[in-house]
């Protein structure tokens, strides 16, 4: 099992670790559990509680909604991250972030608006 909180209610549930599809017990919103790798230059929104990986060679621009972020390339957005955002040396990501905690490696770069904080508090204030 995994331990995972909706991105639309925050209620926190769990869920089996094999599981790609759940719903929200509370709220009953389907969400996924999909791992996701983007590469090339592509305009993508991507919604799941998985790993979105912009590799090496991505060159993304899109509204990125996930369990946690990990960018070794170009990343340009409205991010919002249920965990872990960690912009890897060479890694490049520009926009307005939302995430529970932010880890930029030497050689990473991040330019933007950040908000670190957990559940609800991760929501931009009205
Ligand atoms: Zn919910």
Same mark, same amino acid.
């Given at each position: 099992? %995994? $331990? #995972?909180?909706?991105?639309?209610? @925050? ?7 094999? $599981?790609? *599809? $759940?719903?929200?017990?509370?709220? =009953?919103?389907? !969400? ?6 983007? *590469? +090339?230059?592509? *305009?993508? *929104? #991507? =919604? =799941? !509680? ?22 070794? +390339? ?12 960690? #912009?890897?040396?060479? +890694? #490049? ?8 905690? !932010?880890?930029?490696? %030497? ?5 933007? =608006?950040? @908000?670190?904080?957990? +559940? ?5 204030? $009205?």
């Amino acid at each position: 099992m %995994r $331990a #995972v909180r909706c991105p639309f209610c @925050e209620a926190p549930f769990e869920v089996s670790s094999r $599981a790609i *599809n $759940a719903r929200c017990p509370k709220c =009953t919103k389907p !969400m996924r559990f999909e791992d996701a790798e983007l *590469n +090339g230059f592509c *305009n993508q *929104n #991507v =919604t =799941t !509680m998985g790993t979105v990986r912009i590799g090496r060679k991505g060159v993304v621009r899109g509204r990125i909604e996930c369990g946690s972020l990990v960018v070794s +390339g170009q990343l340009d957005g409205t991010i919002r991250i249920n965990g872990c955002c960690i #912009v890897q040396p060479r +890694g #490049v990501l520009r926009g307005e972030i939302a995430a529970r905690s !932010m880890l930029i490696e %030497r050689g990473g770069s991040f330019e933007g =608006t950040v @908000e670190i904080g957990g +559940g609800a508090a991760a929501r931009p204030a $009205a």
